[in-house]
């Protein structure tokens, strides 16, 4: 069964830090580029940030560039985002995306919830 399910989510208070990991399962998850993206109430879903299939090729939206770090482990199928000085906009259902390159076809997790609140 091909899947991704997000984990890490949680409440955090502004400045706060959390990491979300992702585990991939049924497909060659080396192969595919590998995003999160976010939901906040009333909001459409956003990008987050987006690595390579190689690993070497990492992007962010300005949003988050300098605060999040994504990476993956290749052997353990797993994509992680490393979250710093959250503060309150951050608040979202954080999405896992596997996407392989060059084609439409990707694959969504259910999402993990992640809010900062005092």
């Known amino acids: 069964q091909v899947q991704v399910v997000e984990s890490g989510g949680g409440l955090v208070q502004p400045g706060g830090s959390l990491k979300l990991s992702c585990l991939a399962s049924?497909?060659?998850?080396?192969?595919?580029?590998m995003a999160w993206y976010r939901q906040a109430p009333g909001k459409e879903r956003e990008w987050v940030a987006t690595?390579?299939?190689?690993?070497?090729?990492?992007r962010y939206s300005d949003s988050v560039k300098g605060r999040f770090t994504i990476s993956r482990d290749n052997q353990q199928k797993t994509v992680y985002l490393e979250m710093n000085n959250l503060n309150v906009e951050d608040t979202a259902v954080y999405y896992c995306q596997a996407r392989y390159p060059t084609s439409s076809y990707s694959v969504w997790g259910q999402g993990t919830q992640v809010t900062v609140s005092s």
């Open positions: 690595i390579g299939s190689n690993i070497r090729v990492k």
């Open positions: 049924g497909f060659i998850f080396s192969s595919y580029d």
